[in-house]
């Protein structure tokens, strides 16, 4: 008998061999279904974590639609506010931003803009990156933008790795045209510091040409 013929006879008696150990098959089987669950486990507080995150940063948007001023320290008790809502064990940032439509420059433009922590705060050349998730407006209408940033470590590294979760959410003041920022140096709370635009009748007050200086800082985090 040659030797094709004993390895072809060898892979019929493989393949038709139904005897089998139900100790060896067991501890397969287990191994498959303790990676199973696991892996299941750490996609759904992915998952779960992420919702978590979505949930707080609404809260927090919403939160400052019904205001009618807020400060920096406001924005600060915010992001301790979302700390505790998520749960994170990583520092994370809040950051708030109102933003108008300036019609002639055929533009959003940062009204005022501050972050927690040592996050900068936004500007006018930097959300012109970020329009397509702002809803179209009126012109020298606002609304505020608040941005939130945590990072998720997963539990076990099955297929994911640490990454950041960031949210992006838009909305409208609620009993204002806009929502006033107190820089508490003596001046009164605004809702924006251009002085071209008027924000008391969401219209400009000189039907001149909006400019803004997309150099200077805007109101920074501490």
Known sequence: ???YTRLKLRRHDFLTDTSGSVPTEGVLASVFLIWWYIASFQF??????????????????????????????????LNTLFDYLTFSRRPTWVRATS??????????????????????GETTSGI????????????SDSVI???????????????LNAHWYTTFIATRPRFASCVRFNLHDGTEPACTY???????DNDHDDGSPTTTDDTEDPIGGT
């Open 1 to 3: 008998m040659s030797l």
């Open 44 to 77: 759904f507080d992915a998952f779960r974590q992420k919702n978590v995150n979505l949930k707080a940063a609404y809260t927090i948007a919403d939160m400052i639609s019904r205001e009618g001023e807020i400060d920096g320290n406001y924005v600060e008790g």
């Open 99 to 120: 933003v108008i439509w300036d019609d002639d420059d055929n533009r959003f433009e940062v009204a005022w803009s501050y972050a927690s922590g040592s996050t900068p």
């Open 145 to 159: 933008v608040v941005e939130t940033n945590m990072a998720y470590e997963p539990i076990f590294s099955i297929g």
């Open 128 to 139: 012109q990156a970020k329009t397509s998730k702002i809803p179209v407006m009126p012109a």
């Open 194 to 200: 251009d002085a071209d635009i008027d924000m008391s």
